[in-house]
């Protein structure tokens, strides 16, 4: 059974017609992080409003844990940190968790005992008793977390968990969110933070403009194995000219030549050719783009075609 399922999503909003999502069919397995990402205005706020009936799509559905998302039930299942939340800052830490588990209709022994697990959790135990207002962005996202786990759900809604967060804050989330994944937790994250997502997703889907560009695992994304740097001895402009002719494009840098070819048989006619001219190879690296490079390259190609 899939954690999360849409089915040609559409959500137009108001008479100015603003097409915030646009057809989007995604499927997110159990036990996953799945990433959503894209740039402001995109639409990711908007696919987890629809996920937890917040809002309603215009068109087409979803599910969660294969039930329908109008289901009431389903939403026992889930957790969800809304983007730049805001709570009551007179109030203290251990105060939010017991009202959003009262909220939750989580009964009084599971709650206090929730209360003390997630607080420990997310290293805030000792901070239980102090209002909020004294808290740090990071302090209050990884409480933000703890408010989401505290009715035990098997899915996780987390919208920019890590936006304004210092990095070290960043990377005490990341942690939690590694540890929930082990427990078992679905993690459905929106993020406009590429490196972030990068570091801690199974699968990334890249919304623009309301649509889904690509999807795929960050290793999918990230390898086009068709580019490789040549860490070599020196080469003469000679041999240069003739690995162009092998492939699609070849730049010279300082200790390596980055070569792009179109496979496997023209990556061998460049290595005959280097060692034909004595030139020693130290080593052939495939380049992995990084996923901002990935995704620049994505959005634009959008914008070019
Ligand atoms: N309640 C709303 N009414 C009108 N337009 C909205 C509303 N909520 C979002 N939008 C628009 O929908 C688009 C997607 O927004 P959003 O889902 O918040 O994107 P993201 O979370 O990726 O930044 C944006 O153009 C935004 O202005
Ligand atoms: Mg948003």
């Known amino acids: ?4 399922e849409t089915f040609q999503l559409t959500k137009i909003f108001g008479r100015r017609k603003i097409t915030a999502l646009s057809d989007l069919s995604i499927s997110v397995e159990k036990g996953r992080i799945y990433g959503v990402l894209g740039p ?9 409003k629809i996920l937890l009936g917040i809002l309603f799509p215009t068109s087409g559905s979803a599910n969660i844990l294969g039930q329908p998302i109008n289901k009431v039930r389903i939403k026992k299942k889930i957790g969800y940190l809304p983007e730049n939340h805001r709570y009551p800052d007179f109030l203290k830490g251990g105060e939010i968790l017991d009202y959003f588990a009262r909220l939750a209709g989580v009964e009084k022994k599971r709650r206090m005992e929730n209360k003390a697990r997630l607080l420990k959790l997310v290293g805030m135990e000792k901070w239980e008793q102090t209002k909020l207002k004294k808290y740090s962005k990071g302090m209050l996202q ?16 987390l919208d920019e968990p890590t936006d304004g967060v210092d990095p070290i804050g960043r990377k ?6 590694l540890h929930l994944k082990d427990a078992g937790k679905t993690i459905f994250l929106n993020s406009h933070l590429l490196s972030e997502v990068e570091m801690i997703c199974d699968e990334v889907a890249i919304l623009d403009k309301g649509k889904l560009m690509r999807t795929g695992t960050v290793t999918e994304l990230t390898t086009p194995s068709k580019t ?15 690995i162009e002719k092998y492939s699609l494009q070849c730049e010279p840098h300082n200790g390596f030549i980055q070569v792009t070819v179109s496979g496997q048989k023209k990556l061998n006619a460049i290595i005959d050719h280097l060692r034909s001219h ?23 190609k959008d914008i070019q075609s």
């Open 142 to 157: 990884r409480l933000g977390l703890a408010q989401a786990m505290i009715n035990d759900p098997e899915i996780l809604f």
């Open 228 to 242: 490789f740097r040549f860490e070599t001895s020196r080469v003469s402009k000679e041999v240069i000219d003739g």
């Open 40 to 48: 402001n205005g995109a639409g990711k706020t908007t696919l987890i």
């Open 172 to 177: 005490e989330i990341r942690d939690i969110l």
């Open 1 to 4: 059974m899939l954690a999360v």
């Open 278 to 300: 004595k030139v020693d190879i130290k080593s052939i690296i495939p380049h992995k783009q990084s996923l901002e490079e990935s995704f620049i390259e994505i959005l634009t």
